[in-house]
T-cell receptor, first 113, second 118 residues
Framework: EAQVTQNPRYLITVTGKKLTVTCSQN?????MSWYRQDPGLGLRQIYY???????DKGDVPEGYKVSRKEKRNFPLILESPSPNQTSLYFC????????????FGQGTRLTVV | AQKITQTQPGMFVQEKEAVTLDCTYD???????LFWYKQPSSGEMIFLIY??????QNATEGRYSLNFQKARKSANLVISASQLGDSAMYFC???????????????FGQGTILTVHP
């Protein structure tokens, strides 16, 4: 089954404790991205990757890091989480060409206390 | 810069009736795509329908249709014969095809919560 898998689904952590949210897709998609969803703001792009070893900032990259060492994986790293990073996070992937739909992971609900 | 506006924070509809969710957009790129996603209470994002800026006909997918009015820059979602399972948050999104740093990025609206009453 074609899918984007995020882990964990839920996470409560404390301010300053480094964490990683994993994302993996099995569709051989070139393009992957991370979004955060906040009430009244919709989804906003954090980082994206057009292919292996190619990453760039989205609209709200502050406080986040990413890496793309393999085509299927695109982890999101919060080196020193803060309460304003409490949000619902989505990983998404799409093929590199054409205006095709993005496939989204199940979401990760992160709470930073 | 791209912008998507959904002006209806919440909508109510009676089961079996049709409902229209509004979406307006702004872009300077002549080539773009418009998408609608559904987010049920479980949280996942489900792709519903797509409309390309050069498509001559309105897109349809089962009970979903997209009322595309290019001159007015609107891309309203029409759900016919509403069902209880249609209760969810609905997001309108846009992607420019102009390339560059906007490549691949979806710009989302604020979302509309639809509640279907029995």
């Amino acid at each position: 089954e074609a899918q984007v898998t995020q882990n964990p689904r839920y996470l409560i952590t404390v301010t300053g404790k480094k964490l990683t949210v994993t994302c993996s897709q099995n569709m051989n998609h070139e393009y992957m991205s991370w979004y955060r969803q906040d009430p009244g703001l919709g989804l906003r792009q954090i980082y994206y990757s057009m292919n292996v070893e190619v990453t760039d900032k989205g609209d709200v990259p502050e406080g986040y890091k990413v890496s793309r060492k393999e085509k299927r994986n695109f982890p999101l790293i919060l080196e020193s989480p803060s309460p304003n990073q409490t949000s619902l996070y989505f990983c998404a992937s799409k093929t590199g060409s054409g205006n095709t739909e993005a496939f989204f992971g199940q979401g990760t609900r992160l709470t930073v206390v | 810069a791209q912008k998507i506006t959904q002006t209806q924070p919440g909508m109510f509809v009676q089961e079996k009736e049709a409902v229209t969710l509004d979406c307006t957009y702004d872009t300077s790129d002549p080539s773009y795509g418009l998408f609608w996603y559904k987010q049920p209470s479980s949280g996942e994002m489900i792709f519903l329908i797509y409309q390309g800026s050069y498509d001559q006909q309105n897109a349809t997918e089962g009970r979903y249709s997209l009322n595309f009015q290019k001159a007015r820059k609107s891309a309203n979602l029409v759900i016919s014969a509403s069902q209880l399972g249609d209760s969810a948050m609905y997001f309108c999104a846009m992607r420019d095809m102009g390339g560059g740093t906007s490549y691949g990025k979806l710009t989302f609206g604020q979302g509309t919560i639809l509640t279907v009453h029995p």
